[in-house]
């Protein structure tokens, strides 16, 4: 069973960084794709961003140039470097993964089938 294990929330104030990690105890060049979501109070949970195994990133709206996903197949890690944040970045941030046989990089909730615990962030004015 993959197990992913995110880390490095925190709270820091507008226009602040933070960099997330998610650990998996599987391969991540097994996964077909790997991805951040969020969700914020009263929200519904929303793609941040997710990389293929082939190295393609796809960003949602809200990542657009103030994120960088990025993975460590070495060291089966996944990365999230958060630049700029705004208030509205507040929310639990989840790592997730597919074993997918996806040959695009999805941003859809439904395409992943593994799930970490979440890492809050919170971002003051």
């Known amino acids: 069973q993959v197990r992913l294990m995110e880390s490095g929330g925190g709270s820091v104030e507008t226009g602040g960084s933070l960099r997330l990690v998610c650990e998996a105890s599987?391969?991540?060049?097994?996964?077909?794709?790997m991805g951040w979501f969020r969700q914020s109070v009263g929200n519904e949970r929303e793609a941040v961003a997710c990389?293929?195994?082939?190295?393609?990133?796809l960003y949602g709206t809200s990542a657009e140039g103030r994120f960088t996903i990025s993975k460590d197949n070495t060291n089966n890690r996944l990365y999230l470097q958060m630049d700029r944040l705004r208030p509205e970045d507040t929310a639990v941030y989840y790592c997730?993964?597919?074993?997918?046989?996806?040959?695009?990089?999805?941003?859809?909730?439904?395409?992943?089938?593994?799930w970490g615990q979440g890492t809050q962030v919170t971002v003051s004015q």
């Open positions: 997730a993964a597919s074993t997918k046989r996806l040959l695009w990089t999805s941003l859809l909730e439904k395409d992943y089938n593994n």
């Open positions: 599987g391969s991540t060049s097994s996964f077909y794709t």
């Open positions: 990389i293929h195994r082939d190295g393609r990133p």
